[in-house]
């Protein structure tokens, strides 16, 4: 894992959750622990490793996931068994 990549994953997993976290980083991440991109229709996307999924709608207008984006990635990767 690269470093920015370590980096994301340790922001992700502090508390309280960080809610001015650009959602391409978050994305980035994910398709670099293997995760496949699915995108739907309009802005959702879902990504899946090992059969787990995790379904979001990107954030617009504004780029930066909310806090509670933030916490829904956090336990998709806890069941990835991904952890800082």
């Known amino acids: 894992m690269q470093a920015k990549h370590r980096r994301i994953l340790e922001a992700i997993f502090t508390t309280p959750a960080n809610?001015?976290?650009k959602w391409a980083k978050i994305e980035s991440l994910l398709v670099s622990l293997g995760c496949?991109?699915?995108?739907?229709?309009?802005?959702?996307?879902?990504?899946?490793?090992?059969?787990i999924?995790?379904?979001?709608?990107?954030?617009?207008?504004s780029k930066a996931a909310l806090k509670y984006r933030i916490k829904t990635v956090?336990?998709?990767l806890t069941k990835l068994g991904?952890?800082?």
């Not at 496949?36 to 059969?51: A, L, P």
């Open 74 to 76: 956090r336990e998709f």
């Open 19 to 21: 809610g001015n976290m």
């Open 82 to 84: 991904e952890q800082p």
């Open 53 to 61: 999924r995790a379904y979001f709608h990107m954030p617009q207008p």
């Open 36 to 51: 496949r991109v699915i995108e739907g229709s309009g802005s959702s996307v879902t990504f899946e490793k090992n059969n």
